[in-house]
Structure formats: structure tokens, C-alpha cells
């Protein structure tokens, strides 16, 4: 427990007043500092990471909490498990202890690390307690000529490339994936919900998934007389790579970003071994170069990949034509280095916040999503136009080619059949003559009738050959399309491809998902097979194909008269798959069969192709996953519902709870952290139906729309009609909405012309004022819509109101205080003297907005007490004190888990209309935004449903089905 003197010297040393929201990350780092550990293990688990995790949300473009996350994870691993593999159980008693006494960060960034913390916790105890998590574990070696799988293991690791997999590397890597908190990137929530769900709530059935994909290359899912099996992914992903972040607001931040410094490094950019500042110096130029060409090309809005992108090819002197099609060529040198240096970079910033061997599981669970036996096979006969109509197609050339060689064969048994009845009159004519002649004459005629019996017996052999020849040539061309056919399962499959960005989805949305053609080579292991990206590698696929056809072929025993039409057929084939003509009329006979519109030369528009014969754009079905991972035949069953408002969705979740067995609901009311699949018409999640006080919502047997109405909006209602707006509140909207935009336009945007404020407001009124500001302002009338949006104004007033005037504000905050720390008097007063000390620190006289609140009780406990962790939810604990006197909106109704970085899905009450809405907020609900990207969905009469998955006995793996119920920390 520190002194006032400390206190005193900690206040002063932040230098700001206490509402500034940069007071608490500044006063965390500065007791980060100072803090002692009594250990390693206290270190990690404790220790916020303060400084690292600002460096990391630099810029905006990836999130702190998840880089400690895969931080945590990494290192735990390497410390639970020993130099021979073995699992440490002391160490593994004294890690669950850290986390129990340190469960909850008071960083600034808590909220979100309380989620990672109780899952690592979960998982740590299931390691105690369960034997078969143990025994799991012990079964993994390491892989046998997988060197995919070598090089996820080193990449999880951070080990060089010519370091050695032992035993003790791959089950680290397993176990950090297995400690590593899941989170869903861009395009995969069809895969990424039940990959949650498996990964947190079946670890028995991760750990069984990464031994198959370590040890064979695949998965395999065998039922129904139907074998599914799908390869190890050979990606982790793009991560946050493709996160758009607006150029003029983050470019200052961007150099001091830890992820783009990571990346800048591995690309050999900035020197390695440099301090911080000397990083951040180094990276500066080559940002502002970069920036300055992006300018130039009108680009406001970019990704991290593609400032990699930039900075490389200004360092190389490329432009984006010198390598955008140059796989399709011979590699030049420094080409070649400008594709392994972005690679390079791109694996360093993904590596920040994504535990690889993690990813990769999960994108192998994707290619589950849309395995059909018989689609590559269909994609594949579609493409190659077999049927012999299909213009440009194989079909055509081997009909051609066939066609002439059977009229050539029907010619030559035409005249052997005239031929021979030629010959046929001449015996004849010789018997009559045998019948009439001398014996002397007959001697010699018979001499010759002989010599025309095996004549016609020659002829006749011939005739048949030719005969048997045009019947197998007229047969050929169906057993060559049937071989192919059966053939094609055995060297293609499609695969999910986590790195297909052709279609940039909504971030909210459940993006298209790409699919790719993988070539099998005919061979059984995996880690021989390879993804096909380019028309080349297509060509050339198909060509290996055919030959290796051929061979099948004439293995046919009947097929052995027409060798050499098989193999002129080949070459004809290969030949003509070699040809523009062949590629552009695939693409067009892909297109008509998904029933995609017809794009204009097509080789010159390949990116503008959605469907091409070996990637394709496609919806990835849960259903499908869900059914073929968890062994069933059937589909699961669904619960669905058109929904036509929020309310709506709200009633029908809760009646869908009240109309389950009570054997269904009654686990989620023992774990609240458990999780039922669900589904929006545009994203597949995970719907948490144990949370408070959303279970109370189904447990209530009345009507639902009462208890919704009694319970969630009257409540909020009559709340907000006790609030007003005066104009230094209103100021202090305009303030924090302003910390939003770029630099240049925060003081636009505080000085807007306010004479249509008057006396105080309603909330409601205080939208309808702003956007009334924003048009009567030129600058504002045309950009509100982007970079303020409606959406922004209702997300602030939900954080910040009601306002606490300065003159309460110390009577206010010792009440709260005084229920926090009833059972700590001493902190109470030290947190009191801080709150006196830090009043000289105040530059402003506005009033406190509600999250201004809670940071600085927040900061009061921090400075009394000392405590960078607690075993208690400090933050959820001010925060609900806050809701029961008043000071802070009622709680969201979180209903489900986004799958998302940092978010929950809620019903609120939105302060700015008084009505129910669906919201994305974090689980104390101190930052929350309305849905409005899904607004088409919960608005009028819908055609596509959301569906819930009710029954969750229908997804639990085999040997999870019986196991007692998951144990961990339960959400508060």
C-alpha cells in the first residue's frame, strides 16, 4: 500500500487531471514501473504489459489485449512444459494460483483481458483435474516429413528455420495454441463460432484435432459409408493485415506501432537490435514516403498489407505491374526478394496478436464448411467441358480427334467387308468350277481354293479388328470421361484458403469465403500436396492429370489395341489445355454453372472473376461444418425466425430458451460461460443464453414482451427522462467525440457554430441538435456521414451520460468508494487523499461524463491501493454501483459472443431515441455501438431467418459426449 507522499509524487508525475482519458494508461505504466515480482510466473500473468499493449494499439490496427493473449500463451507453454516434454505439475499449480490471486487487470485495457485471463485459467485447471486432457498431451510427438507442420511449430515458437521439433517444441506449440484466446479474423465466422466453441469448451477435442494434423497432415471425419477428410490448412491467415485504418487520423501513431516495427524488421526495413525511440526514428522516413505516395494516388483509407506493400516496393524501386502477375512468370531476382521480404513482414505483424498453429487449426475446420465429395469433381467437369458440345472444351477435342480416327477405322472395315465379299464370289466361283473339272485341274484349282479360304479367314480377322476397333473408339470417349471423373476425387480437392481476399467484406458481415483448388499429385500424404493460385499452375496441374490418366488407361486390359490413340489423345488434350482459347472458355463454362454473370475478356479481368475453376468466392455453411466434424448424417436442428426488429429478435430468442427441455437449458444456467451456436442471415456466432440477466428473461414463465418491457425499457426510459443536456455537458459530447477524428478536424468540430443550443435537453434532442450543426456547417454537411456517422453520437451518449457536476463530484465518488472498499478503511482514505491531491491537477470545469467516472475511480483505487490485478472484477464492481445510484445507463443485455476481438451482442436501449436495439459492447458495456450495419436485417419483413442451433448435444465431439461439465471461472 503506497504513502500520500507516493501517491502525491505519482499524481504529479502523470502531470494531468484525472478526466483526462490518457491519466489512467499514463498512471498504470508508472506503476508497472515500480511494481516487484515475486516471480516469473507472477510477472506474466500480472503484469499489464502497459506500454508494450499502447505500442501495439498504435495506430489502431491490431488490439493489446490479444497480443498478450498470444504473449501468455507462448510463455506459459515454454514454462509448463519441461526440456523433455513432460508437463511441470508444480509449475502448473503455481501458474493456476497467479491467476486466481491476479484474474482481473486494472489496466485501461482490463475489460478486454478478462476473457483471456478465465480462459487460460479454464484451461490450466482442466490440465489439473481431467486425465484425459493429460494424456492428450502426452501423445503428441512430433511430426514425421510434415513440414508444413514444422514450420507453424517453429513460426508458434519463434524458433529459426533450421532449429530441430523435438518433443518438447510440439506440445509447447500445442499447448500455447491451446492457452491462446480464439478470435475470429475477416471472412471465417461460419468456422471461427464452433472452433470457439470447441476450443474452449472441448479441449480434449482440440488437443485430439492437433495431433491428427501434426502426425498425418489431415482430418478425417468418416460416417454414413463416407470418407471426409481435409488437410492441414496451409495457411495461418491474414490476421489483422487486411484492418482498414484512416490514413490522416493514425499516420502520427503508425511509427510507434509494435506490430509495423516487427514487420519493417523482418523485412529488413529498420535494423534489428535497435531501442524504441531509435525504432521509431528509423521508421518515420519510410512512413512518411509511403504515405506521401499513397496521397498521391487519392488512397484515404489502406491496411497493413498494403503499406508493406508500399514501403517495399518504394525500397526496391517496383511498381505494382512489375509484380502483380509474376508468378505467371519467370521469377527475376529482385522480384523474388520483394515477395519473401513482404511475406516475411506480413508473418511478423500477424504473429503479434495470432498464435499460427491456432489459426491453421481452425482454417483446416473451415475447408469442413463446404466439403462436398462430389463438388471439385463437379467444378472440374464443369470448367474442362467434357460433354462434346461444350465449344472450346476437352469433350470437343477428344470428340474431333476420335471422330476422325472412327471414320478412318469405319472406312478401312468397309473395304475390308468389300474386300472380302469380293473374295467370297471367287471361292464360290472356284467350288463350282472343283465340281466340274478333271482331277489333274482340280489338283490346281484346289491349290488355289485353299489360298482364298485363308485369304477370307485373313480377311475376315481383319474385319472383325477393324470392327472391334470402331466399336472401342466409339466407347472410348465415355470410359475416358467415367476415368476422369473417378479420378479427379483422387487429384483435386477444394480447400478454404484464409489468404483469398478477392471481395473486401463489411466488418461485420460474415465476408465471402474463399476456396481453392488443391492438387493431390495422386499421393496419400498431405504434405506433398499444393494449392493451386495461378491459370499456370492450372495448366500445369491439369497436364500432370492427364498424363497420369493416360497410364490408367492403358492399364485397361481391353484398351490395349488403342494405345496409341491414347496417347495421341493425351497430347491432343494437353495440347489444347495449353491454349488461350481452353482457359477463357473455362472460366466462362465455371461461370454458367454457379450461375455468375459473364465478365468481358475474361483473362485481362481475372480479378474481377469470382468463380474461377480453381478458387472460388463461397458462402462457407456452419451446418455443413457442424454436421461433418461432429459425425452426423443429418443436418443439426434448427430453431429459425424471420425477424422484423430488435424486439423481435429479443422475444424470439427468449422463447426459443423457454421452449427447450429443461435437460438442454439447465447446464447453461451451471455455466453461464457456456455457448449454443446461432446465426444472423450474414454471421454465424456464439449465443451465450447463461448470462445474467438474460437467463432471468427465459426463466420468467409470464409473457415475454411484458418482462422485456418491465425489465429492459421501461427502466432505461424513465432513467433517461430524469436526464438533461446543458450546454457544458454538450460541450463535453463534442469533446470526446471529437478524440474520434483525425487531428486536423478535432477543432472543427469543438467550435461548431452553437447557437441552436438553448438551456438544457432531453438526450433524445441531443442527436437531432448535432446533426442539425452538422448541416448548417459546409464542411460537416458532406462528412458527418463518414467520419461522424448517427451511430457515433448514439455510442457516445450511451458512454457518457448522466453528467456528474464538479460541485457533487467528491460526494459522488466517496459514496462509491465507500461501498468498493467497505472492508479496506485504509484504502478508502488514501484513495480520498488522491482524489484531494489530484483536484490541483484539473484543467477543466465541465462536468464528468459517466466513463470519466469510472476511470477516475478507477484511478483512486489504483493510487490507494497499489494493485495492478485483482481476484475481483474491480471495474464491473464500480461499474455496477454506478448503474445503482444512477450514474451510468442501465447494464446491456448481452445475449451472445460476436466472435469479434473485443465485443458481445446486446439489447440497449438507445439513449438518443428511447427505442430497443441490437449493439456490439464489451462485457461491462463501457464502450457500446448500435448494430446499424445489420439495420436491413431487423427491420420490415425478412426472407432469410436467424436460426439457433437448440440442440448442443449435436455438437459435442465423440470423446467429449459424458465428460463432466467444463470447469473455469464463470462470467460475473
Same mark, same amino acid.
Given at each position: 500500500?503506497?504513502?500520500?507522499?507516493?501517491?502525491?509524487?505519482?499524481?504529479?508525475?502523470?502531470?494531468?487531471?484525472?478526466?483526462?482519458?490518457?491519466?489512467?494508461?499514463?498512471?498504470?505504466?508508472?506503476?508497472?514501473?515500480?511494481?516487484?515480482?515475486?516471480?516469473?510466473?507472477?510477472?506474466?500473468?500480472?503484469?499489464?504489459?502497459?506500454?508494450?499493449?499502447?505500442?501495439?494499439?498504435?495506430?489502431?490496427?491490431?488490439?493489446?489485449?490479444?497480443?498478450?493473449?498470444?504473449?501468455?500463451?507462448?510463455?506459459?507453454?515454454?514454462?509448463?512444459?519441461?526440456?523433455?516434454?513432460?508437463?511441470?505439475?508444480? %509449475?502448473?499449480?503455481?501458474?493456476?494460483?497467479?491467476?486466481?490471486?491476479?484474474?482481473?487487470?486494472?489496466?485501461?485495457? !482490463?475489460?478486454?483481458?478478462?476473457?483471456?485471463?478465465?480462459?487460460?485459467?479454464?484451461? @490450466?485447471?482442466?490440465?489439473?483435474?481431467?486425465?484425459?486432457?493429460?494424456?492428450? =498431451?502426452?501423445?503428441?510427438?512430433?511430426?514425421?516429413?510434415?513440414?508444413?507442420?514444422?514450420?507453424?511449430?517453429?513460426?508458434?515458437?519463434?524458433?529459426? %528455420?533450421?532449429?530441430?521439433?523435438?518433443?518438447?517444441?510440439?506440445?509447447?506449440?500445442?499447448?500455447?495454441?491451446?492457452?491462446?484466446?480464439?478470435?475470429?479474423?475477416?471472412?471465417?465466422?461460419?468456422?471461427?463460432?464452433?472452433?470457439?466453441?470447441?476450443?474452449?469448451?472441448?479441449?480434449?477435442?482440440?488437443?485430439?484435432?492437433?495431433?491428427?494434423?501434426?502426425?498425418?497432415?489431415?482430418?478425417?471425419?468418416?460416417?454414413?459409408?463416407?470418407?471426409?477428410?481435409?488437410?492441414?490448412?496451409?495457411?495461418?491467415?491474414?490476421?489483422?493485415?487486411?484492418?482498414?485504418?484512416?490514413?490522416?487520423?493514425?499516420?502520427? =501513431?503508425?511509427?510507434?506501432?509494435?506490430?509495423?516495427?516487427?514487420?519493417?524488421?523482418?523485412?529488413?526495413?529498420?535494423?534489428?537490435?535497435?531501442?524504441?525511440?531509435?525504432?521509431?526514428?528509423?521508421?518515420?522516413?519510410?512512413?512518411?514516403?509511403?504515405?506521401?505516395?499513397?496521397?498521391?494516388?487519392?488512397?484515404?483509407?489502406?491496411?497493413?498489407?498494403?503499406?508493406?506493400?508500399?514501403?517495399?516496393?518504394?525500397?526496391?524501386?517496383?511498381?505494382?505491374?512489375?509484380?502483380?502477375?509474376?508468378?505467371?512468370?519467370?521469377?527475376?531476382?529482385?522480384?523474388?526478394?520483394?515477395?519473401?521480404?513482404?511475406?516475411?513482414?506480413?508473418?511478423?505483424?500477424?504473429?503479434?496478436?495470432?498464435?499460427?498453429?491456432?489459426?491453421?487449426?481452425?482454417?483446416?475446420?473451415?475447408?469442413? *464448411?463446404?466439403?462436398?465429395?462430389?463438388?471439385?469433381?463437379?467444378?472440374?467437369?464443369?470448367?474442362?467441358?467434357?460433354?462434346?458440345?461444350?465449344?472450346?472444351?476437352?469433350?470437343?477435342?477428344?470428340?474431333?480427334?476420335?471422330?476422325?480416327?472412327?471414320?478412318?477405322?469405319?472406312?478401312?472395315?468397309?473395304?475390308?467387308?468389300?474386300?472380302?465379299?469380293?473374295?467370297?464370289?471367287?471361292?464360290?466361283?472356284?467350288?463350282?468350277?472343283?465340281?466340274?473339272?478333271?482331277?489333274?485341274?482340280?489338283?490346281?484349282?484346289?491349290?488355289?481354293?485353299?489360298?482364298?479360304?485363308?485369304?477370307?479367314? *485373313?480377311?475376315?480377322?481383319?474385319?472383325?479388328?477393324?470392327?472391334?476397333?470402331?466399336?472401342?473408339?466409339?466407347?472410348?470417349?465415355?470410359?475416358?470421361?467415367?476415368?476422369?471423373?473417378?479420378?479427379?476425387?483422387?487429384?483435386?480437392?477444394?480447400?478454404?484458403?484464409?489468404?483469398?481476399?478477392?471481395?473486401?467484406?463489411?466488418?461485420?458481415?460474415?465476408?465471402?469465403?474463399?476456396? &481453392?483448388?488443391?492438387?493431390?499429385?495422386?499421393?496419400?500424404?498431405?504434405?506433398?500436396?499444393?494449392?493451386?493460385?495461378?491459370?499456370?499452375?492450372?495448366?500445369?496441374?491439369?497436364?500432370?492429370?492427364?498424363?497420369?490418366?493416360?497410364?490408367? +488407361?492403358?492399364?485397361?486390359?481391353?484398351?490395349?489395341?488403342?494405345?496409341?490413340?491414347?496417347?495421341?489423345?493425351?497430347?491432343?488434350?494437353?495440347?489444347?489445355? &495449353?491454349?488461350?482459347?481452353?482457359?477463357?472458355?473455362?472460366?466462362?463454362?465455371?461461370?454458367?454453372?454457379?450461375?455468375?454473370?459473364?465478365?468481358?475478356?475474361? =483473362?485481362?479481368?481475372?480479378?474481377?472473376?469470382?468463380?474461377?475453376?480453381?478458387?472460388?468466392?463461397?458462402?462457407?455453411? #456452419?451446418?455443413?461444418?457442424?454436421?461433418?466434424?461432429?459425425?452426423?448424417?443429418?443436418?443439426?436442428?434448427?430453431?429459425?425466425?424471420?425477424?422484423?426488429?430488435?424486439?423481435?429478435?429479443?422475444?424470439?430468442?427468449?422463447?426459443?430458451?423457454?421452449?427447450?427441455?429443461?435437460?438442454?437449458?439447465? $447446464?447453461?444456467?451451471?455455466?453461464?460461460?457456456?455457448? #449454443?451456436?446461432?446465426?444472423?442471415?450474414?454471421? !454465424?456466432? @456464439?449465443?451465450?443464453?447463461?448470462?445474467?440477466?438474460?437467463?432471468?428473461?427465459?426463466?420468467?414463465?409470464?409473457?415475454?414482451?411484458?418482462?422485456?418491457?418491465? &425489465?429492459?425499457?421501461?427502466?432505461?426510459?424513465?432513467?433517461?427522462?430524469?436526464?438533461?443536456?446543458?450546454?457544458?455537458?454538450?460541450?463535453?459530447?463534442?469533446?470526446?467525440?471529437?478524440?474520434?477524428?483525425?487531428?486536423?478536424?478535432?477543432? *472543427?468540430?469543438?467550435?461548431?457554430?452553437?447557437?441552436?443550443?438553448?438551456?438544457?435537453?432531453?438526450?433524445?434532442?441531443?442527436?437531432?441538435?448535432?446533426?442539425?450543426?452538422?448541416?448548417?456547417?459546409?464542411?460537416?454537411?458532406?462528412?458527418?456521414?463518414?467520419?461522424?456517422?448517427?451511430?457515433?453520437?448514439?455510442?457516445?451518449?450511451?458512454?457518457?451520460? $448522466?453528467?456528474?457536476?464538479?460541485?457533487?463530484?467528491?460526494?459522488?465518488?466517496?459514496?462509491?468508494?465507500?461501498?468498493?472498499?467497505?472492508?479496506?478503511?485504509?484504502?478508502?482514505?488514501?484513495?480520498?487523499?488522491?482524489?484531494?491531491?489530484?483536484?490541483?491537477?484539473?484543467?477543466?470545469?465541465?462536468?464528468?461524463? *459517466?466513463?470519466?467516472?469510472?476511470?477516475?475511480?478507477?484511478?483512486?483505487?489504483?493510487?490507494?491501493?497499489?494493485?495492478?490485478?485483482?481476484?475481483?472484477?474491480?471495474?464491473?464492481?464500480?461499474?455496477?454501483?454506478?448503474?445503482?445510484?444512477?450514474?451510468?445507463?442501465?447494464?446491456?443485455? +448481452?445475449?451472445?459472443?460476436?466472435?469479434?476481438?473485443?465485443?458481445?451482442?446486446?439489447?440497449?436501449?438507445?439513449?438518443?431515441?428511447?427505442?430497443?436495439?441490437?449493439?456490439?459492447?464489451?462485457?461491462?458495456?463501457?464502450?457500446?455501438?448500435?448494430?446499424?450495419?445489420?439495420?436491413?436485417?431487423?427491420?420490415?419483413?425478412?426472407?432469410? $431467418?436467424?436460426?439457433?442451433?437448440?440442440?448442443?448435444?449435436?455438437?459435442?465431439?465423440?470423446?467429449?459426449?459424458?465428460?463432466?461439465?467444463?470447469?473455469?471461472?464463470?462470467?460475473?
Amino acid at each position: 500500500m503506497p504513502s500520500v507522499q507516493e501517491i502525491r509524487e505519482l499524481i504529479q508525475k502523470v502531470g494531468i487531471g484525472p478526466e483526462d482519458e490518457s491519466f489512467l494508461p499514463r498512471l498504470v505504466r508508472l506503476i508497472e514501473g515500480k511494481r516487484g515480482w515475486r516471480s516469473r510466473l507472477e510477472e506474466l500473468i500480472a503484469r499489464p504489459h502497459a506500454a508494450l499493449s499502447a505500442r501495439i494499439e498504435s495506430g489502431g490496427l491490431q488490439l493489446g489485449a490479444s497480443a498478450k493473449s498470444r504473449l501468455r500463451g507462448h510463455e506459459l507453454a515454454q514454462i509448463l512444459i519441461d526440456a523433455h516434454g513432460e508437463l511441470d505439475l508444480d %509449475a502448473l499449480s503455481g501458474a493456476i494460483s497467479a491467476l486466481q490471486a491476479n484474474l482481473f487487470s486494472l489496466a485501461s485495457d !482490463g475489460v478486454y483481458d478478462a476473457e483471456r485471463q478465465r480462459h487460460l485459467l479454464k484451461i @490450466l485447471l482442466l490440465l489439473r483435474d481431467d486425465p484425459r486432457l493429460m494424456r492428450r =498431451l502426452k501423445a503428441i510427438t512430433p511430426p514425421l516429413g510434415n513440414t508444413l507442420a514444422d514450420e507453424f511449430i517453429r513460426a508458434t515458437l519463434e524458433l529459426p %528455420a533450421s532449429s530441430k521439433i523435438d518433443k518438447a517444441c510440439v506440445r509447447r506449440a500445442v499447448l500455447s495454441a491451446s492457452l491462446t484466446y480464439l478470435r475470429q479474423n475477416v471472412g471465417s465466422c461460419f468456422a471461427t463460432a464452433p472452433a470457439i466453441l470447441i476450443h474452449t469448451e472441448q479441449p480434449a477435442a482440440f488437443l485430439e484435432d492437433m495431433d491428427a494434423l501434426l502426425s498425418t497432415g489431415q482430418l478425417k471425419r468418416t460416417f454414413g459409408g463416407v470418407e471426409h477428410v481435409v488437410p492441414l490448412c496451409h495457411s495461418s491467415g491474414l490476421g489483422d493485415l487486411l484492418r482498414p485504418f484512416l490514413l490522416e487520423k493514425e499516420y502520427p =501513431l503508425l511509427p510507434s506501432c509494435y506490430g509495423l516495427q516487427k514487420g519493417c524488421i523482418a523485412a529488413g526495413l529498420i535494423l534489428p537490435g535497435l531501442q524504441e525511440r531509435e525504432r521509431r526514428s528509423a521508421l518515420l522516413p519510410l512512413l512518411r514516403r509511403a504515405i506521401t505516395h499513397l496521397r498521391h494516388q487519392r488512397i484515404t483509407i489502406t491496411n497493413a498489407r498494403e503499406l508493406f506493400k508500399t514501403l517495399l516496393l518504394l525500397e526496391g524501386d517496383l511498381t505494382e505491374e512489375d509484380v502483380a502477375h509474376e508468378r505467371d512468370l519467370e521469377p527475376r531476382k529482385e522480384i523474388e526478394t520483394y515477395h519473401k521480404r513482404l511475406n516475411a513482414a506480413m508473418q511478423a505483424f500477424k504473429g503479434v496478436t495470432d498464435n499460427p498453429l491456432l489459426k491453421a487449426w481452425e482454417f483446416s475446420l473451415a475447408s469442413f *464448411s463446404d466439403v462436398k465429395a462430389n463438388l471439385s469433381r463437379w467444378n472440374l467437369y464443369s470448367s474442362l467441358g467434357l460433354q462434346a458440345d461444350e465449344t472450346g472444351g476437352i469433350g470437343e477435342v477428344i470428340t474431333d480427334s476420335l471422330q476422325v480416327r472412327l471414320d478412318t477405322a469405319n472406312r478401312a472395315a468397309e473395304e475390308l467387308r468389300t474386300h472380302y465379299e469380293s473374295e467370297w464370289g471367287g471361292l464360290k466361283f472356284l467350288e463350282a468350277r472343283l465340281r466340274s473339272v478333271s482331277e489333274d485341274e482340280a489338283r490346281w484349282l484346289r491349290t488355289e481354293y485353299n489360298a482364298k479360304v485363308g485369304s477370307l479367314r *485373313s480377311l475376315e480377322i481383319e474385319y472383325n479388328e477393324a470392327q472391334e476397333t470402331a466399336h472401342l473408339l466409339a466407347r472410348l470417349f465415355p470410359r475416358m470421361a467415367e476415368l476422369y471423373n473417378t479420378l479427379f476425387l483422387d487429384y483435386f480437392q477444394e480447400v478454404y484458403d484464409p489468404e483469398m481476399a478477392d471481395i473486401t467484406p463489411s466488418a461485420y458481415d460474415d465476408s465471402p469465403a474463399g476456396f &481453392r483448388l488443391l492438387f493431390k499429385h495422386g499421393r496419400t500424404n498431405p504434405a506433398l500436396w499444393t494449392l493451386i493460385h495461378t491459370p499456370s499452375e492450372f495448366i500445369d496441374a491439369l497436364a500432370e492429370f492427364f498424363i497420369a490418366a493416360e497410364r490408367s +488407361l492403358l492399364a485397361e486390359p481391353d484398351l490395349q489395341p488403342l494405345s496409341n490413340t491414347i496417347g495421341t489423345l493425351t497430347t491432343a488434350i494437353i495440347n489444347h489445355i &495449353r491454349t488461350a482459347t481452353f482457359l477463357e472458355t473455362a472460366l466462362q463454362r465455371m461461370g454458367r454453372a454457379h450461375g455468375s454473370a459473364p465478365t468481358s475478356n475474361p =483473362l485481362v479481368n481475372l480479378t474481377r472473376i469470382e468463380k474461377k475453376p480453381w478458387a472460388y468466392i463461397s458462402g462457407g455453411t #456452419m451446418t455443413t461444418l457442424v454436421s461433418i466434424y461432429f459425425h452426423r448424417e443429418e443436418k443439426p436442428t434448427l430453431r429459425e425466425r424471420c425477424v422484423e426488429s430488435p424486439t423481435d429478435l429479443l422475444i424470439f430468442l427468449l422463447d426459443t430458451m423457454k421452449e427447450l427441455p429443461a435437460a438442454t437449458t439447465d $447446464p447453461y444456467l451451471s455455466d453461464p460461460t457456456r455457448s #449454443m451456436l446461432i446465426q444472423s442471415p450474414t454471421h !454465424g456466432f @456464439l449465443f451465450k443464453p447463461g448470462l445474467s440477466p438474460f437467463k432471468e428473461g427465459w426463466l420468467d414463465r409470464g409473457n415475454t414482451s411484458t418482462w422485456i418491457r418491465e &425489465r429492459l425499457v421501461y427502466p432505461s426510459q424513465t432513467l433517461l427522462d430524469e436526464i438533461e443536456i446543458d450546454e457544458p455537458s454538450f460541450q463535453a459530447i463534442l469533446h470526446h467525440l471529437s478524440l474520434t477524428l483525425p487531428h486536423a478536424l478535432r477543432d *472543427s468540430l469543438i467550435h461548431l457554430p452553437r447557437r441552436l443550443i438553448r438551456g438544457s435537453m432531453p438526450p433524445q434532442e441531443v442527436r437531432k441538435t448535432l446533426l442539425s450543426l452538422f448541416e448548417s456547417h459546409h464542411f460537416w454537411r458532406n462528412a458527418s456521414n463518414t467520419l461522424l456517422p448517427s451511430s457515433a453520437i448514439d455510442s457516445a451518449l450511451y458512454s457518457l451520460i $448522466p453528467f456528474v457536476p464538479q460541485n457533487s463530484l467528491r460526494r459522488e465518488t466517496f459514496s462509491i468508494l465507500e461501498h468498493l472498499l467497505r472492508e479496506e478503511p485504509k484504502i478508502l482514505h488514501l484513495a480520498m487523499e488522491a482524489f484531494d491531491l489530484a483536484a490541483g491537477q484539473r484543467r477543466s470545469h465541465l462536468p464528468l461524463s *459517466s466513463l470519466a467516472l469510472q476511470r477516475l475511480i478507477h484511478s483512486l483505487y489504483l493510487l490507494a491501493s497499489g494493485r495492478l490485478s485483482s481476484p475481483r472484477d474491480i471495474q464491473w464492481e464500480i461499474r455496477a454501483l454506478l448503474r445503482r445510484k444512477k450514474l451510468a445507463l442501465p447494464a446491456p443485455l +448481452l445475449f451472445a459472443d460476436t466472435n469479434w476481438a473485443k465485443e458481445y451482442f446486446a439489447f440497449i436501449v438507445n439513449p438518443s431515441d428511447a427505442t430497443l436495439g441490437l449493439w456490439r459492447t464489451d462485457y461491462l458495456g463501457l464502450a457500446a455501438t448500435p448494430m446499424d450495419e445489420w439495420r436491413q436485417w431487423l427491420s420490415g419483413p425478412q426472407t432469410i $431467418p436467424w436460426a439457433v442451433y437448440v440442440n448442443p448435444s449435436e455438437y459435442v465431439a465423440t470423446d467429449q459426449r459424458g465428460a463432466p461439465p467444463p470447469l473455469g471461472a464463470q462470467l460475473v
